[in-house]
């Protein structure tokens, strides 16, 4: 008998990754979408006939409820939610009412359906916000910095909470930022590959930014998603950091994707500390030790910074020429 795996947040980047992870692997793969005017396919598009989709929104316990006892999952993997930091100031209701209380539907709908299943949740490394050590691992005290960062902690402590409550196999990833060429415009990396290469078509003159000073631990997407299934294969619940351990500055990014896309003298062409870009109260160092995850799961990540960096804007250079 197949596997069966039930992912919210499927046609995001990391839901196409491990939709496609899991196909490979043999699983029947179910994904929870939300009804829309349009639906928003376009990262599942060469999947989506292979996989079962069905309609569900995380701010509706009943739809969870229904959607887990349709596909009665031996794994589901939570990983909708409003997801862009920025925007959780413009809406911090509805991140709550997602990126929160969506955990905690998740849960309960699972609790009710089928309490024998496996449940991931994706927490951030936005929940150590301004950090209380460096390098961040899994004991690091959380101080979230945005209404994201807050509403990813309670997500991360009711998934802890239901695990100790109802003996539910129910674990968090930490999960640093990840990128890729599936990654919304909005994000910062995706935002400077995507320019780079309009830059470089003629179709843009400048790449507008904020902090050139920011450092990230930036991971690929594709490394992420196998983490996650490794988690669901243990035979004790466990939570874990995934992180890449060196960070980066914007700045470096920003180098080295204009250097993949062959443009020299590119510094008059980026605008720093776009007032746009500025956030309400900013993030420190965030650099994640992944060192359990390498000695219980045996887990490193594949792809390197530069090769990451020259991955995305090969994409969009692609994406731009066409």
Do not use: C
């Not at 500390?273 to 045996?298: C, F, M, Q, S, T």
């Amino acid at each position: 008998m197949a596997k069966k795996a039930l992912i919210t947040g499927i046609t995001g980047q990391d839901g196409s990754y491990l939709a496609e992870l899991l196909l490979s692997k043999g699983y029947e793969v179910f994904g929870l979408t939300r009804r829309t005017s349009t639906p928003n396919h376009s990262r599942i598009s060469q999947i989506v006939d292979q996989i079962h989709l069905i309609s569900g929104d995380l701010l509706d316990q009943y739809s969870l409820y229904q959607a887990i006892k349709e596909s009665q999952p031996d794994e589901i993997y939570n990983l909708g939610a409003q997801s862009f930091v920025k925007a959780s100031w413009e809406q911090p209701m509805f991140t709550g009412e997602s990126t929160a209380l969506g955990v905690t539907r998740m849960l309960d709908a699972m609790r009710m359906a089928k309490p024998d299943a496996k449940f991931y949740q994706a927490s951030s490394s936005e929940m150590f916000g301004k950090v209380q050590e460096i390098p961040q691992v899994e004991s690091t005290p959380f101080w979230p910095r945005s209404p994201y960062g807050v509403a990813k902690v309670y997500g991360h402590w009711i998934t802890v909470n239901y695990r100790e409550s109802y003996d539910l196999f129910a674990v968090s990833g930490i999960l640093f930022n990840h990128e890729s060429p599936r990654r919304g415009l909005e994000f910062v990396t995706r935002k400077i590959t995507s320019t780079v290469a309009k830059i470089k078509y003629g179709k843009a003159d400048k790449l507008f930014l904020g902090n050139p000073d920011a450092k990230r631990d930036w991971g690929y997407a594709k490394d992420y998603v196998e983490m996650m299934h490794l988690m669901l294969q243990q035979e004790t619940p466990e939570d874990f950091v995934i992180a890449t351990g060196q960070t980066h500055e914007v700045r470096e990014f920003v180098t080295k994707a204009f250097e993949v896309a062959g443009i020299k003298d590119w510094e008059d062409k980026v605008v720093w500390n776009d007032p746009r870009y500025g956030r309400p109260a900013e993030v420190d160092h965030l650099i994640g030790d992944p060192k359990k995850a390498k000695e219980k799961l045996g887990w490193v990540p594949k792809t390197s910074f530069d090769e990451l960096v020259r991955i995305m804007v090969e994409a969009d250079l692609e994406l731009e020429k066409k």
